[in-house]
């Protein structure tokens, strides 16, 4: 069975700051997907990653992964307050295409 | 170009009552997904149609069922309600033919009393 472990779950820092969201799963998937989630709302579409090695890149937002490790990461760079909100990765299994999700890293950024 | 379209946005339904929720996948798309999320935890799979027949399946009872029409939009019918299936139920559509984006839909709130 795909496990998907994000951590952290919590995360709280400042502006200005720089970090590193990550994201473990346990069995082969060709892709790997980051969504970000506020508060009462549905899930928004940040990257897709296809390939080892892929590494995209969206404002302040860079998304990574690496295949062989079984690992992805979301990196913050220089976080302002309207990042704050939950992150989720999710992973299909291998020939599948319903989606397994990480627990989310509720991410709060304070001025 | 409208996104996925969820209906209802909100339900109040009692324990052992049934309940269907609905789904309008982006134009375009073909394929629906449904996702249950409670509070504070990340989307759960429940299944996924394509041409009106279920391809894929998570470990959901078989409470859960559903449907999936020629115009691709889609049923979530859940039977014997029981508390615990108090969530955000999430519908996201795709398209077989090419690419791999997921659009979700704002969801519905279902809250069984």
């Known amino acids: 069975e795909l496990k998907v472990e994000q951590n952290p779950l919590f995360l709280s820092m400042q502006e200005g700051k720089n970090y590193t969201i990550y994201c473990n799963y346990s069995?082969?998937?060709?892709?790997l997907y980051w969504y970000r989630q506020d508060p009462g709302k549905s899930l928004e579409s940040l990257f897709v990653?296809?390939?080892?090695?892929a590494v995209k890149q969206e404002g302040r937002l860079m998304a990574s992964l690496d295949t062989k490790a079984r690992l992805s990461t979301l990196h913050i760079t220089a976080a302002v307050h309207d990042l704050s909100a939950t992150y989720f990765c999710?992973?299909?299994?291998?020939?599948?295409?319903?989606?397994?999700f990480g627990k989310g890293t509720h991410l709060i950024i304070q001025p | 170009d409208a996104g996925v379209t969820q209906s209802p946005t909100h339900l109040i339904k009692t324990r052992g009552q049934q309940v269907t929720l609905r789904c309008s996948p982006k134009?375009?798309?073909?394929?629906v997904s449904w996702y249950q999320q409670a509070l504070g935890q990340g989307p759960q799979f429940i299944f996924q149609y394509y041409e009106e027949e279920e391809r894929q399946r998570g470990n959901f009872p078989d409470r859960f069922s559903g449907h999936q029409f020629p115009n691709y939009s889609s049923e979530l019918n859940v039977n014997a309600l029981l508390l615990g299936d108090s969530a955000l139920y999430l519908c996201?559509?795709?398209?077989?033919?090419?690419?791999?984006?997921?659009?979700f839909g704002s969801g519905t709130r279902l809250t069984v009393v």
């Open positions: 990653l296809l390939s080892n090695g």
């Open positions: 134009s375009g798309h073909d394929t």
């Open positions: 069995t082969t998937s060709d892709r």
């Open positions: 996201a559509s795709s398209w077989t033919g090419g690419g791999y984006g997921y659009t």
């Open positions: 999710a992973v299909p299994p291998g020939g599948a295409d319903g989606l397994t």
